[in-house]
């Protein structure tokens, strides 16, 4: 049955859709199988270079994918299937994107990116000459290329950017995506690519689905917002319709008549949820998840798309989520790089993945409790002899 277009629901079962619609009710495959499967569901993973247990990315699929080991996420998804860019903050996103964004992605970056800036810095034949040695020879890291000099980096909320001329150039030919990230070297660093080698010549490099081939270049800015936002609400499962990090280079878009033209055309669905004022997005196949819980304790990613509306997240949880990895310790009320538990539709309780602390909810019992301290001891042992090797190397 087909969800009217504003619709409310109870604490409980917008739990129970949130859990089953992000794939955390059981795994949704194996192996690069899983991986893929994960990537297809949420539409994107959001990146983070921190590598306590494994990266953000690493711990948004080993939560619903078996099988799966630290670094396989860049394994079994580049090149060929996956490329990087801006949706909620930098992600992981389809191949299947990848004609939206290389009509438009240009325009597709957060506020701080000030992709005009590095235009401005970086001249055009410079951009030009790292494009084609990438197309002669790629893939390669930035390291693996021409040294063009020094420039003036571009500095955001205490961050410094790349003091080198290459690295900027790379910048300005990624974010136009003629040149994609294919995957890492052994050190972890990017390698850039052409799409058309990276992508294999399928469909990632073809027009934009159910567009007319002809108007490619004419596809407008609301064209690619429309699609966008479509994505963006089934990526979060529940969109506030409030201000938020949810929302980054959508920002402008949340304001505008488009939601509300969406919602009207059975695009999105208008939700309310028992207790709160707030109104969210869905999508209308958000409604058709079912639960069919397994009984393993997930370890979730302090980016997790379950986790990136903490004001969802403590009313339909009733639990409180804090990533305090930017405070300084003295104001840090669990721990540098906490974790949340999820059991069922149930977060447990909090996993200090650096120290091995846990802390857990009133009412949960001591079997939870014990299974949960061994799997993150387990976890914490084979990240400790995974990190080894490389730390020699």
């Known amino acids: 049955m087909q969800p009217e277009c504003r619709v409310t629901l109870s604490r409980s079962a917008a739990r ?3 859990v089953a619609h992000l794939g955390l009710a059981r795994p949704l495959g194996r192996g690069a199988c899983g991986v893929r499967a994960v990537l297809e569901r949420l539409r994107c993973i959001q990146l983070d270079p921190l590598d306590v247990i494994g990266t953000n990315a690493d711990l948004v699929v080993m939560a619903r994918a078996d099988d799966v080991e630290r670094g396989d996420v860049w ?3 580049f090149p060929k299937h996956a490329f990087e860019h801006f949706a909620k903050e930098r992600c992981i996103l389809p191949a299947s994107a990848f004609p ?3 009509r438009q992605g240009h325009g597709a ?3 701080w990116w000030r992709h005009g800036e590095r235009e401005e810095r970086v001249p055009r034949a410079t951009v030009d000459a790292v494009l084609a040695e990438v197309r002669e020879r790629g893939p390669l890291s930035a390291r693996d290329l021409t040294d063009h000099g020094s420039v003036e980096p571009i500095d955001w909320a205490g961050w410094t950017g ?3 001329t290459t690295s900027m150039a790379l910048e300005i030919l990624w974010t136009r995506c003629d040149v994609v990230v294919a995957g890492r070297n052994a050190s972890g660093a990017k390698l850039y690519d052409i799409p058309e080698r990276s992508f294999g010549g399928g469909e990632a490099i073809l027009p934009v689905p159910g567009g007319d081939e002809d108007r490619q270049d004419c596809l407008s800015s609301t064209d690619f917002a429309r699609w966008a936002l479509r994505e963006r609400a089934h990526a979060a499962g529940l969109l506030t319709r409030a201000s938020g990090a949810m929302w980054s280079m959508l920002s402008n878009v949340r304001t505008s008549s488009l939601v509300d033209e969406m919602i009207e055309a059975g695009e999105l669905i208008d939700v309310a949820i028992e207790g709160t004022p707030r109104r969210y997005l869905a999508v209308p196949e958000f409604f058709k998840a079912r639960a069919r819980y397994d009984d393993r304790i997930r370890i979730l990613g302090p980016l997790d798309p379950l986790l990136w509306d903490r004001d969802l997240v ?3 949880f009733d639990f409180e989520y804090v990533w305090e990895v930017y405070k300084p310790a003295h104001l840090r009320r669990w721990g540098w790089y906490v974790c949340a538990l999820l059991h069922r539709d149930r977060l447990i309780g909090r996993f200090d993945a650096q120290t091995g602390k846990m802390w857990f909810e009133a009412d949960v019992d001591r079997a939870l409790k014990a299974e ?6 387990n976890i914490r042992r084979l990240r400790r002899r995974d990190r080894a090797p490389s730390r020699r190397a």
């Open 16 to 18: 129970r859709l949130l």
């Open 75 to 77: 394994r079994h998804l």
């Open 162 to 164: 790349t003091k080198k």
């Open 314 to 316: 403590r009313h339909v």
């Open 109 to 111: 970056q957060t506020h």
């Open 372 to 377: 949960a301290k061994r799997i993150t001891s």
């Open 100 to 102: 939206w964004y290389r």
